[in-house]
C-alpha cells in the first residue's frame, strides 16, 4: 500500500496522517478518544491506579475471548450469536462437573471444551455443509444452547450449595480449579483470566494471520467462489471457524463459572452482540474477507475501556447505553469514511 | 373509554381501601356456588417466566406444599415472560375448567381482563407476587419489597452503629422492586450518619454486580458495607472484594434469601445478611386449600420476611416484624 | 426538450472539455487532457486499460471533480455537482455494469430516483406510460411491469440505454456496451446507436474491440497513461496506427499464433452432460465429446448461452456431481466432483468474470496469486509470508505485470492486470490442462497481445488449452480446432483450415454438421 518513495517525501507528519487514515489508524485513533475520557474523567484519581488497568483487562477477557474467535467466523462472512448461550451452557457444565461431582479439572475442561466445540460443530455444518445462513443457523443454536443449559442446571444457578434428596442443601467447598483461574500470577499483577485472553487470542492471531487455514477464511469471506475454484476446502474451513468460535465460547464459559463461582443459566446474554461490536469498532468488516485480530484487540479494548471509565464515573444505565451507542457507531463511522 | 373509567375508579377504590391496614374481607361472593367435595382439584398455575431463579423456586415451593396433598393436581405452565401467551394460558385453563388458578403475572393492565374474565366464570384465581388491576380475583399473595428494603436499611444501620460508607448495588431501577429496595433501604438509613459513597444499576445480575464493586474499590479506600438488590450482586461484590484482598474489611447484605444463594452465602460466611424476599408459594397452597374447602380468605396477604444471619441461619432464620 | 428533435450541426460542438487534470492522492491519472464531442457523431475513446478513460468519463458524469482545466456543455460552463446534475444537464452514462436493479420492474428501474408522483405517492399509470414512450423511442417494446431479471442480458443493455436515454440526453456515453451481448444483440444495438445518431445526439463510445471501432467511429481520440495521444477522423487512422497510438509502439501481427505442437492426448470426453441448474432441468451441456491434446488450443464456439461455460464448470468440478458421461484425462478416468480434484489432476481454470469468481478483490496480489498454490507453499500449515512473496513475483514476472507493488489489493488494478493475476495463480501450479473463459474479456489490445504471446509459449511446452471467446477474430485465428456448440450440443468440429466466420456462426445458430433445425435465435 504505502510506497517507499512516497512515504520518504512525506515527512513524518505526512506519514503519520497517512497510518491515521489506514484502518488500523482509525481503530487506534478510537481508542485513544476514549482514553483521554478516562483521562479527563478519571474518578479522583481512580483511572490512574493500576488496579483500575488491571481490572478492566480483567473484565474484558470473557468478552475478548468470545470476540476473538468471533472474527475468526467474521472475517469468512458469517457470525455466530450463539456464543453466548454457549458460554452459559459450558459454564453450567463446567460447574456441575467440578461442584456437584466432583470431577478434576483435567477431566471437566477437556469436556466442557468438547462441548462447545459440538456446539459450533453443529452451527457449522448447518452453515457449511447444509448452507443455512449463518444469521440463523447461529440464532437456532442461540436458543437451543440456552435450553440446554436451563435442562441442564434446572433452571437454577449451580452453586456450592448442593441440594440433597431430602431438600436440605449441603456446603461444597468451592473448586480449586475456579480458585485457580480467578487469582492473579506474576507477581499478584496479571489475572489469569487475562492471561488466558491472551493464549486464546494469540491462538487465534496465529492461525489467522500465520497459518494456511486463515489465508482460507479470507479468501471465503472476500469471494467464496473463488475460493472454492481455487481448490481451496471451502466447506471444511468454514465449519473448522464455527467450532473454533464454540470453543472460544466455551474457554469464556470456564472463566465465568470459575470468576462467579457457579454455573448460571443465564448468563451470557447479550454477549454475542457485545463480541460483534468489538470486532466491529476495531474495523473488521461484517461482509467478510477484511480486517484481522490486530484490530479486533484495539476494538476489544475500546469498549472494554469505555466500561470501565463509564463504570468508575458510577454513570447510570441509562447514560451508558447512550454512550455506547454513540461511541459504537462514532467508531464506525470513521473506518467508513476510509474506502 | 367507559370501562377504563370504571376500572379506574375500582382501583382507586381498593388502594383507598387497602391503605389503611391488611384489608380482612370476608371471602368474596365467588359467582359460582360453594362447590361440593371432589376427590380431586386441578390448579392451574401461570409462572411469568421461569429465566429467573426466584420464580423456579416458586414453582418448586408451589409443588412442595402441594405434594402432602394427595387431592391437589397442579399444572404448571411458563408463560416465558410473554403477556399475551399468559394471558391465553389463563384463558386455556379456563376451558380446562381447572377448579382454581394460581397466576403470577407479567404486567398488571393486561392480564387484568383475562383474570376477571376466569374469576367471573367461576373459577377462584389466586394473585401472586405481581398484582392485577382491580378487584376481580379471590386472593392477592405479595410481599412487600419497601418493607423489606426499609428492615434491610434499620439493620444495617444498627450493624454499623449509625454511620459508615455503604456501596449500594441496585436491581433494575426501571423494574418496582429495585425502586422498592432502594427508596425502603433509604427510608431505613434516614436520620443516621450512613452516607451512600458509591450507588451503580446492576440489572441483578452477578458478573455486573463484580465489575461496579471493582470500580468502587478502586475509587474509595474505605468501605464499610455492601447492600445488595439481590444476593448475586452482593456475592458479585464479594468476589471483586475478595480479589482485592478487601473481603475482611467490608460486609455484605443482599435480598432475596434462596436456600441455594442467599442463605448458602451467609451460612458460608460471605453476606452478613440477607433478607428473605418470600415466593408465597407455600401460602398459595395453603389459600388455595382454604377456597377449595370453602373456607373465606383474605382478599390480601402481604408474606413476612425472614432475617438470615450467621447467628439465624443454622435456626432457618428469625422473622422480621 | 424540443433539443433531440433539433436537425445535427455537424460542425458545433456540444460538449468541449479543455485542459483536464486529475490526482489521486500522490498518482496522476489524467494530465491536460482535452476532448470535445460534436452533435450527431459517435466519438469513440480508444486506450488502454488504465490510460485514464473511465476517470476522464466519472469526471463528464459528475462523480469526480477534476483538479483542472474546464468544460462546457452547449457553450454553456459545465462543472456538474453530483451525477444527479449531471442527469440533470443531459449527460447520460451507461455504465459497463449494468446498473438496473434486477427484481424492480422495468418501469421502476427507470424511474429510480426521480419518481414521477402524485402528492408523495408514486404515480405508476404516468410512469409505466412514460416508461413505454422512452423505450419505443429506442426500438424496444415490451412489458414495462416485468421484473429486469426476467429479460436477458441483451435486452436489459437496451433498457438500461433506454434508462439514460428517459431524461433526454443530449451526450451519451457508452462503456463497452456490447462487453456482455451475443452477435445478435450488439447488431440491435449498433442500430440503436445509429438511430440516436440520427437524432443529433452526441456519443462517447468506449470499447475494446477493433471491428466496432472501425464500423461505427467517426473520430476517435485515443489516451495513454493519463495524456491525450491524439484525436483523428476514422478515415485517417488506420487500425496498424491506431493499435500504435494505444500501446506506445508497434505491436506487430495482432494474432501471433503459431503452428501447434500437438501430442499426446490430455482431454477426452464423450457424451458428457452438465445439469448446472438440477437434475429435473433440461442439461445445459448436452451429450458433447471433445479432446485436447497437448500443445493444441481448442476453441469453444457459440453464441451467450450455448454452454461452453457450464462445460468447463462441469469439467472442473465446480458442479459437484451434477454430470454424466465420460471424462478421461491423461488416459485416465477423471469425473471430478469438486475443484480440488481437478486441480490435483492438473487442469486449471480461468472463469469468464475474473471479479466474480477468480479473484478475491480485496486482497493483495500476493494472496490471490499464491491462492490456488496454498498447500505447497505452506508446509505442515503454516504460511511462510517470504516465500509467497518470491512466489508471486516469480509467476507474475513473465507475465509482465504493472503494479506498484505485489501488495496493492488486486481490485485497484486495471482489468488485464487483473486477469494477469488470475492466469498468473493458476500457472503456479503448473497446468497440463488449461481452460480459459473468455481470456480477454475487457482488456486492452497490448494486454491481449501478450497473452496471445504467452499461449503460443505454454503450448510449445505442452500444455492443453480450451478456450471460449466471443470475439469471431481471436477464436478463428488462435484455435487449432474449433468446437461449436448450439444450445448445450456440439454442431461443429471444425480444424483450423476448415473454419471461418460463416460456418461457425451457422453451427452456432444450430446448423453444424449434425444439420437441428434453428431455434436458437431466441435469447
Redesign the interface.
Known amino acids: ?1 504505502t ?1 517507499d518513495r ?1 512515504t520518504a517525501a512525506m515527512g513524518f507528519a505526512g506519514r503519520v496522517f497517512r497510518w491515521l487514515g489506514s484502518p488500523t489508524g482509525r481503530a487506534c485513533l478510537a481508542l485513544a478518544l476514549v482514553l483521554l475520557v478516562g483521562f479527563v474523567f478519571h474518578a479522583d484519581g481512580a483511572f490512574y491506579k493500576a488496579g483500575t488497568h488491571r481490572d478492566a483487562l480483567r473484565q474484558t477477557s470473557v468478552y475478548g475471548i468470545l470476540a476473538a474467535g468471533m472474527t475468526l467466523v467474521i472475517v469468512t462472512g458469517g457470525i455466530d450469536l450463539a456464543v453466548g448461550s454457549v458460554l452459559a451452557l459450558v459454564s453450567v457444565c463446567f460447574a456441575t462437573l467440578t461442584i456437584h461431582w466432583g470431577w478434576s479439572a483435567w477431566a471437566a475442561v477437556p469436556l466442557a471444551l468438547l462441548i462447545g466445540a459440538l456446539c459450533g460443530g453443529a452451527s457449522g455444518l448447518a452453515v457449511a455443509s447444509w448452507r443455512v445462513q449463518p444469521f440463523i443457523a447461529t440464532l437456532a443454536m442461540m436458543a437451543l444452547a440456552r435450553g440446554l443449559a436451563k435442562y441442564a442446571s434446572g433452571g437454577m444457578k449451580v452453586s456450592t450449595a448442593v441440594q440433597e434428596v431430602d431438600g436440605a442443601y449441603r456446603y461444597v467447598a468451592v473448586p480449586a480449579v475456579f480458585r485457580a483461574i480467578d487469582t492473579r500470577i506474576l507477581g499478584d499483577n496479571v489475572p489469569v483470566v487475562t492471561a488466558i485472553f491472551a493464549v486464546c487470542f494469540g491462538l487465534a492471531w496465529l492461525a489467522l494471520a ?7 477464511l ?2 471465503i469471506g ?2 467464496e ?9 471451502v466447506v471444511g474451513a468454514k465449519f473448522a471457524a464455527y467450532v473454533a468460535s464454540g470453543l472460544f465460547a466455551a474457554v469464556a464459559g470456564i472463566c465465568q463459572a470459575a470468576q462467579e463461582q457457579q454455573g448460571d443459566p443465564e448468563a451470557g446474554a447479550g454477549y454475542e452482540l457485545l463480541a460483534i461490536a468489538m470486532v466491529v469498532v476495531g474495523g473488521t468488516s461484517l461482509m467478510g ?2 480486517g484481522g485480530l490486530g484490530l479486533t484487540l484495539i476494538g476489544i479494548l475500546t469498549i472494554g475501556y469505555l466500561e470501565k471509565i463509564l463504570s468508575i464515573n458510577a454513570v447510570p444505565e441509562a447514560g451508558r447505553l447512550m454512550l455506547t451507542g454513540v461511541i459504537i457507531l462514532a467508531a464506525v463511522l470513521t473506518q467508513k469514511r476510509g474506502r | 373509554m367507559k370501562r377504563m373509567v370504571c376500572l379506574a375508579g375500582l382501583v382507586a377504590g381498593w388502594m383507598v381501601a387497602g391503605c389503611g391496614k391488611p384489608v380482612e374481607q370476608a371471602a368474596p361472593a365467588t359467582p359460582a356456588a360453594p362447590r361440593a367435595a371432589k376427590a380431586t382439584y386441578t390448579i392451574g398455575m401461570s409462572q411469568c417466566n421461569l429465566g429467573e431463579p426466584w420464580r423456579v423456586q416458586m414453582n418448586a415451593d408451589i409443588k412442595a406444599a402441594a405434594e402432602p396433598h394427595p387431592e391437589l393436581k397442579v399444572v404448571f405452565k411458563d408463560a416465558q415472560n410473554d403477556t399475551l401467551r399468559q394471558r391465553a394460558h389463563v384463558e386455556e385453563f379456563v376451558s380446562a375448567g381447572v377448579d382454581l388458578i394460581i397466576i403470577s403475572p407479567k404486567e398488571a393492565q393486561p392480564l387484568t381482563e383475562p383474570v376477571a374474565k376466569a374469576y367471573q366464570s367461576g373459577i377462584p384465581v389466586i394473585v401472586l407476587d405481581r398484582a392485577v388491576l382491580g378487584d376481580q380475583y379471590t386472593c392477592f399473595i405479595a410481599a412487600d419489597n419497601r418493607k423489606i428494603g426499609k428492615a434491610a436499611g434499620e439493620w444495617i444501620k444498627q450493624a454499623l452503629g449509625g454511620k459508615g460508607k455503604v456501596v449500594e448495588l441496585k436491581g433494575l431501577m426501571t423494574s418496582t422492586p429495585g425502586q422498592d429496595r432502594h427508596a425502603g433501604f433509604l427510608e431505613g438509613i434516614a436520620g443516621s450518619g450512613i452516607e451512600v459513597v458509591f450507588e451503580a444499576d446492576m440489572k441483578w445480575l452477578e458478573p455486573d454486580a463484580r465489575k461496579e464493586m471493582e470500580s468502587a474499590l478502586a475509587r474509595f479506600d474505605a468501605i464499610d458495607l455492601v447492600y445488595a438488590h439481590n444476593d448475586p450482586g452482593a456475592h458479585g461484590a464479594y468476589l471483586a472484594a475478595k480479589a482485592a484482598g478487601r473481603d475482611s474489611s467490608i460486609r455484605f447484605v443482599g435480598i432475596d434469601a434462596l436456600p441455594q444463594e442467599g442463605v448458602a452465602y451467609v451460612a458460608q460466611g460471605i453476606l452478613a445478611a440477607s433478607f428473605q424476599y418470600p415466593t408465597g408459594g407455600q401460602e398459595a397452597i395453603a389459600t388455595a386449600l382454604q377456597i377449595l374447602k370453602g373456607e373465606p380468605v383474605p382478599k390480601q396477604i402481604v408474606l413476612g420476611s425472614r432475617l438470615f444471619t450467621k447467628a439465624s441461619v443454622a435456626a432457618g432464620g428469625e422473622d422480621l416484624p | 426538450m424540443s433539443f433531440l428533435m433539433m436537425h445535427p450541426a455537424q460542425t458545433t460542438s456540444v460538449l468541449r472539455m479543455d485542459g483536464i487534470g486529475m490526482r489521486f492522492g ?1 498518482v496522476t491519472v489524467l494530465d491536460d487532457v482535452s476532448f470535445d464531442l460534436r452533435a450527431g457523431e459517435v466519438h469513440v475513446l480508444a486506450g488502454e486499460n488504465g490510460a485514464g478513460k473511465s476517470t476522464l468519463i466519472k469526471i463528464l458524469a459528475g462523480v469526480h471533480r477534476p483538479c483542472g482545466g474546464t468544460m462546457t456543455l452547449d457553450g454553456c460552463a459545465y462543472a456538474p455537482a453530483g451525477p444527479n446534475d449531471a442527469t440533470h444537464r443531459g449527460v447520460a452514462v451507461v455504465h459497463q455494469e449494468l446498473s438496473l436493479i434486477p427484481a424492480m420492474s422495468v418501469a421502476d428501474n427507470l424511474f429510480l430516483g426521480c419518481e414521477r408522483t402524485r402528492g408523495g405517492w408514486v404515480d405508476h399509470a404516468s410512469q409505466h406510460a412514460a416508461a413505454r414512450r422512452a423505450l419505443a423511442g429506442i426500438g424496444l417494446e415490451l412489458d414495462v411491469t416485468r421484473a429486469v431479471e426476467s429479460f436477458p442480458i441483451g435486452v436489459r443493455q437496451m433498457i438500461e440505454i433506454g434508462k439514460a436515454l428517459a431524461h433526454e440526453a443530449r451526450v451519451l456515453v457508452m462503456d463497452e456496451p456490447t462487453s456482455a451481448l451475443n452477435a445478435q444483440e450488439a447488431e440491435q444495438l449498433f442500430a440503436l446507436v445509429a438511430l440516436l445518431k440520427g437524432r443529433g445526439c452526441g456519443l462517447v463510445y468506449i470499447t475494446h474491440k477493433m471491428e466496432e471501432i472501425e464500423r461505427l467511429a467517426d473520430r476517435i481520440t485515443v489516451l495513454r497513461d493519463g495524456r491525450r495521444v491524439g484525436t483523428a477522423p476514422r478515415a485517417e487512422l488506420p487500425m496498424e496506427r491506431l493499435v500504435e497510438w494505444m500501446v506506445g509502439r508497434e505491436v506487430g501481427e495482432r494474432f501471433p499464433r503459431h503452428a501447434p505442437h500437438a501430442g499426446e492426448e490430455l482431454l477426452r470426453l464423450t457424451g458428457f452432460s452438465v445439469f448446472s441448474g438440477g437434475r429435473s432441468a433440461r442439461p445445459t451441456v448436452d451429450g458433447v465429446s471433445l479432446t485436447v491434446r497437448r500443445g493444441e488450443i481448442v476453441g469453444l464456439g457459440g453464441l451467450q448461452g450455448s454452454g461452453g461455460s457450464e462445460l468447463m464448470g462441469g469439467l ?1 468440478g ?1 458442479y459437484g456431481a451434477r454430470t454424466s458421461g465420460t471424462a478421461a484425462v491423461r488416459g485416465r478416468a477423471a469425473r471430478f466432483t469438486a ?2 480434484q ?3 489432476a492438473g487442469l486449471a ?1 480461468v ?1 469468464n468474470d475474473r471479479k ?8 493483495t496480489i500476493v ?1 490471490n496469486a499464491t ?2 498454490d ?2 505447497r507453499l ?1 508446509p505442515f ?3 511462510r509470508p517470504r516465500a509467497e512473496r518470491a512466489a508471486a513475483r516469480e509467476a507474475t514476472q513473465p507475465l509482465q505485470l504493472r503494479a ?2 505485489l ?3 488486486v481490485g485497484a488494478l486495471s482489468g488485464g492486470n487483473q486477469q494477469k493475476v488470475v492466469v498468473a ?1 493458476w500457472l503456479r501450479l503448473g497446468p497440463d490442462l488449461l481452460l480459459l473463459d473468455e481470456p480477454t474479456r475487457g482488456i486492452d489490445v497490448g494486454a491481449k497481445r501478450e497473452l496471445y504471446s504467452l499461449l503460443n509459449a505454454w503450448t510449445a511446452r505442452g500444455m492443453g488449452i480450451l478456450m471460449i471467446t466471443s470475439e469471431m477474430p481471436e477464436l478463428l485465428a488462435m484455435s487449432d480446432r474449433i468446437v461449436v456448440l448450439h444450445r448445450g450440443r456440439a454442431t461443429a468440429t471444425l480444424t483450423a483450415a476448415e473454419a471461418t466466420a460463416e460456418r461457425v456462426l451457422a453451427a452456432a445458430m444450430g446448423q453444424g454438421g449434425a444439420s437441428r433445425v434453428t431455434e436458437a435465435t431466441q435469447s
Open positions: 500500500m510506497d512516497d500465520r497459518h494456511r487455514w486463515g489465508r482460507q479470507y479468501a472476500g469471494n467462489e473463488a475460493a472454492r475454484l481455487s481448490g481451496l476446502p474477507g477484511r | 500522490p472442473f465446480a475443484p480440488r481437478a486441480i490435483r481454470y472463469t466474480a469468481s477468480g479473484l478475491v478483490l480485496d486482497q494472496f491462492l490456488a496454498l498447500p505452506s500449515g503454516w504460511r506498484d507493488s501488495d496493492m489489493s495463480k
